[in-house]
């Protein structure tokens, strides 16, 4: 089995400055589950350990993620135990955790516990999986407490659609309706969570209703179309049949959903024998908001030669408006089919435009928990895949939600860059500046593909009012994918804002990485000189006072140093800044033997 190495170095006596590189704690865990991509500190009842987030952990087609435990305690080496977070039993839809990659992110909590976050944990819609992501509180006993899904949403699909069929002589052959019918709701996606289907007839004296739960899967619906019955009569009483389907099908006694799109089918072949009580019941529908397509079967006029336009007008009127949206005319039973693409193209389109060649994803790709900070009265959330991969932000507290628009950033994000993919919101954080003010800090690493960093402060109403914005230098060097607020002397003022550009390309073209001071103008920390890919900055944390002379230190990590093995800055800082010049510099492996 191959291992992916966490080390976890404790205070003692070696040739280095004052960190144990010799008697490190080493963790481990499986290799292909990204173990070690996020790390969290814990105490609880006395018992230190560390968490591991292993975002690519189980199997190799359902990656889910999970969290491992692992105790600090004496033993170089110790093994450690997942958790298995029950996330989705909490939420009751475990099958939508699959490739959620939980444990991308792990945050501690305000109070007591952690925050633990699945960015592309995905609602099936459709065909589609749209990857709204989701985090949940967890308790110190490892315990699910909430349930965190700001951008969760219910999919477009989610409609009860009921059929309403001409069963009269006249329709023929019946087998044509069949197929039309079977490979129009082949196309849908039945389920309790996305659409719904029933059966009504036209007929002369009673109706043919099928329940929306009679059918629960899309087989179950086809193969009910495959066999469904001429339902014969001598009158086609269409108002009837559209008034009973608009008060009973859509019922909740035959199954019908609230919050529903509600959309009726309606297919004929002549006119209605009680065409002067239409307008009544399409008022009913109106009141209702029900949506309706109807298709006109020209067969039976065109077969007897006869004029069809007053039956065309009266099926026109049948549909919603526009007619070019919801009316059909086929020339005859089999043309049907030819019209089952269009049709399910225009009951649901799951992207949608908004112009020419413009997607309109909003929430759907937002993936909430890619970046999380926990603040004093909530959480702010980086959403980076939102507004079509531009980002956004969202804060969530026991107020309610703060989500910015699009266009809430437009100052420093101009709308004709929209489909930039900015990645807004790849990492957040806040500072407290001078007046005890807290500002709330974004990156965007991809913004006109140099990066920027933004600090802004949001309104209770969710207007955002931008003070500083921050931009990279290089192209493709990331500037903006990681950010480090550092109060140096820990008086509650933020005298530092680190900005990592760890893509950067340094001497020899390779990714050398670099972090600026964001309040010091051409400030920045210094690194190992030697070409070599380190990607200097891809993490930072703040440190604990390691050399006890008041002062908060810092940590800065190079992946990529030391051919991949990776490697560790340590800087001190000094009254309200960071020394730029590292004080040990410690590699994947360890320096004393």
Not at 36 to 44: I, K
Not at 314 to 333: C, G, L, M, Q, R
Not at 367 to 394: C, N, R
Not at 555 to 568: C, F, I, K
Request: net charge negative.
């Amino acid at each position: 089995m191959h291992y992916f190495t966490l080390y976890f170095s404790v205070l003692g006596l070696c040739e280095c400055f004052n960190i144990d590189v010799k008697r490190p704690r080493i963790f481990s865990g499986p290799e292909d589950a990204l173990f070690g991509f996020s790390v969290l500190q814990h105490e609880n009842n006395g018992e230190k350990s560390i968490l591991v987030g292993a975002p690519w952990d189980g199997p190799q087609n359902n990656r889910k993620g999970d969290i491992y435990k692992c105790i600090v305690g004496d033993e170089i080496n110790s093994n450690c135990s997942k958790v298995n977070l029950g996330i989705g039993s909490t939420l009751n839809v475990s099958r939508n955790l699959k490739n959620s990659h939980l444990g991308m992110t792990l945050t501690p909590a305000a109070s007591d516990g952690f925050l633990a976050c699945a960015p592309l944990w995905s609602q099936e819609c459709g065909t589609s999986l749209f990857s709204t992501g989701i985090c949940a509180s967890v308790t110190n006993d490892m315990e699910p407490k909430d349930v965190i899904a700001p951008t969760a949403q219910r999919c477009t699909t989610y409609m009860d659609i009921v059929i309403v069929l001409d069963g009269s002589n006249s329709i023929y052959p019946w087998y044509e309706v069949q197929n039309f019918l079977s490979n129009i709701l082949s196309k849908f996606h039945i389920s309790p969570e996305q659409m719904q289907v029933c059966f009504f007839f036209i007929i002369i004296n009673c109706v043919v209703l099928r329940a929306f739960l009679d059918y629960q899967t899309t087989q179950d619906v086809v193969e009910a179309a495959k066999n469904i019955s001429r339902q014969e009569g001598r009158e086609t009483r269409t108002a009837y049949a559209i008034q009973m389907a608009c008060t009973e099908a859509f019922s909740p006694d035959r199954g019908a959903r609230e919050g529903a799109t509600k959309v009726m089918i309606v297919v004929t072949d002549g006119e209605s024998h009680d065409g002067e009580d239409l307008p009544d019941s399409l008022a009913e529908c109106e009141k209702r908001n029900i949506t309706r397509y109807a298709i006109a079967v020209l067969g039976h006029y065109i077969r007897r030669q006869q004029d069809p336009e007053t039956f065309i007008n009266e099926i026109k009127y049948i549909a919603s408006d526009p007619d070019e949206k919801y009316f059909f005319n086929v020339t005859d039973e089999a043309a049907l089919n030819d019209i089952v693409d269009a049709l399910g193209d225009r009951i649901f389109s799951l992207e949608g435009t908004l112009g020419y060649n413009e997607s309109a994803f909003l929430m759907e790709m937002s993936q909430i928990g890619f970046s999380t900070h926990i603040l004093d009265d909530g959480i702010l959330f980086g959403m980076v895949g939102a507004y079509d991969w531009e980002g956004g932000v969202l804060k969530e507290s026991k107020e309610g939600q703060l989500k910015p628009s699009r266009e809430a950033f437009e100052k420093e994000f101009p709308l004709e860059l929209k489909n930039h993919a900015a990645y807004l919101g790849y990492t957040v954080s806040s500072v407290i500046v001078g007046d005890w003010r807290r500002l709330y800090v974004a990156g965007a690493p991809r913004f006109k593909h140099k990066g920027k960093v933004i600090l802004f402060d949001l309104t209770p109403e969710g207007d955002v009012i931008i003070t500083q914005a921050l931009n990279g230098e290089q192209i493709g060097s990331y500037f903006g994918s990681e950010v480090c607020v550092v109060d140096v002397d820990q008086d509650g003022i933020t005298d530092i804002l680190l900005i990592a550009a760890p893509m950067f390309l340094g001497a020899g073209n390779k990714e050398t990485g670099k972090v600026y001071d964001g309040f010091a103008p051409n400030g920045t920390l210094h690194s190992q000189k030697k070409a070599q890919d380190a990607r200097f900055g891809y993490a930072m944390a703040v440190a604990p006072d390691l050399n006890h002379d008041g002062y908060a230190d810092l940590l800065v990590g190079a992946p990529l140093e030391d051919d991949h093995q990776g490697a560790l800055y340590i800087y001190h800082g000094d009254e309200y800044y960071i020394i730029p010049q590292y004080k040990q510099y410690t590699l994947g492996t360890p320096l004393c033997d």
